[in-house]
């Protein structure tokens, strides 16, 4: 039997060891841009309907913590804004089952996401095995804007999560690929 909104069968939605590279997978985020943080802004507030409630997940280095500490400060500020959970994850976990529960025990009206490529990966398969995730809505900085972070979360895992780079360039996810995004719209 699988679990509530279990997308796949019994198999473990987890990297397995012979799936991993070199050391570009395992290396910590750098710290974010204000390009960065402006475009992700930027993205959020032109969804339609209007993002009022979102959920923060990170990964534990120094650099996803301050980036999601920046994130909601930022949206703090407006009223009628607010974040429902920050929730953080270790690079390496037995079960990634714990945190992705509580990173969508809330309803959300979107997810935004600081991490690690490899540790979000591992985070977004058990997303999409065991929870009703959307990568639709969900909006991630630099660090997850690189081919690794799509390519380890599974083949069409991520379709629809957008990102912003370093320098405020807005991508998308599509048939597992990271392309160009206009205004943070999926091509």
Do not use: K, Y
Not at 73 to 90: H, Q
Request: a positive charge.
């Amino acid at each position: 039997m699988r679990p509530a909104g279990s997308r796949t069968g019994a198999r473990s939605p987890l990297i397995a060891p012979r799936e991993l590279g070199g050391d570009a997978q395992r290396r910590p985020p750098a710290r974010h841009t204000a390009a960065e943080l402006t475009a992700l802004l930027g993205l959020l507030n032109a969804q339609h309907p209007p993002v009022r409630t979102v959920a923060v997940g990170h990964s534990r280095d120094d650099a996803s913590r301050e980036t999601a500490r920046a994130f909601v400060e930022e949206w703090s500020r407006v009223a009628g804004r607010s974040v429902l959970a920050v929730v953080d994850w270790p690079e390496q976990a037995a079960s990634w089952l714990r945190a992705a529960r509580r990173l969508t025990a809330e309803t959300p009206d979107a997810w935004v996401v600081a991490a690690a490529p490899l540790g979000w990966a591992q985070l977004a398969r058990r997303l999409t095995h065991s929870t009703g995730w959307d990568a639709r809505r969900t909006f991630g900085f630099a660090s997850l804007a690189v081919p690794d972070a799509v390519s380890l979360s599974g083949s069409r895992n991520l379709d629809g999560l957008r990102v912003v780079d370093a320098g405020g360039g807005a991508w998308a996810v599509r048939d597992g690929l990271l392309i160009p995004a206009c205004r943070g719209v999926v091509p």
